[in-house]
């Protein structure tokens, strides 16, 4: 059965940085979607950052973009989120997630952003706080 442990929250003051690490066991899947995800206090979830396995394509949510790095270790079977200028609307529970490819699916976006209801392997979540 797949897992993935978030680690890497905690509180930082804005402007700071943060690298969330996903680490991902029981894989058996050849092209998956694998992503970061945020819930803050009242609001729904969104995608921040997602990555396709086979070609390591990503999209990032505009309001992160330029400031959010996604990118994985795949000996290590680890996704890494790093997190710099960070501001207090960044502040929200992170969850990495991951789902089957979709057929006919043609980019990362789609994935992340339009299908974000079949991401069904998910991570317990780890706090991220920006705040002075």
């Known amino acids: 059965q797949l897992q993935l442990v978030e680690s890497g929250g905690g509180s930082v003051q804005p402007g700071g940085s943060l690298r969330l690490s996903c680490a991902a066991s029981?894989?058996?899947?050849?092209?998956?979607?694998i992503g970061w995800f945020r819930q803050a206090p009242g609001k729904n979830h969104e995608g921040v950052s997602c990555?396709?396995?086979?070609?390591?394509?990503?999209y990032y949510k505009d309001s992160v973009k330029g400031r959010f790095t996604i990118w994985r270790d795949i000996a290590k079977n680890t996704v890494y989120l790093q997190m710099d200028s960070l501001k207090p609307e960044d502040t929200a529970v992170y969850y990495c997630?991951?789902?089957?490819?979709?057929?006919?699916?043609?980019?990362?976006?789609?994935?992340?952003?339009?299908?974000?209801?079949?991401?069904?392997?998910w991570g317990q979540g780890t706090q991220v706080t920006v705040s002075s």
């Open positions: 997630a991951s789902a089957v490819w979709v057929e006919g699916v043609t980019n990362i976006q789609n994935m992340c952003v339009d299908l974000f209801g079949i991401f069904d392997d």
């Open positions: 029981g894989f058996s899947l050849d092209d998956y979607a």
């Open positions: 990555m396709r396995s086979t070609d390591g394509s990503a």
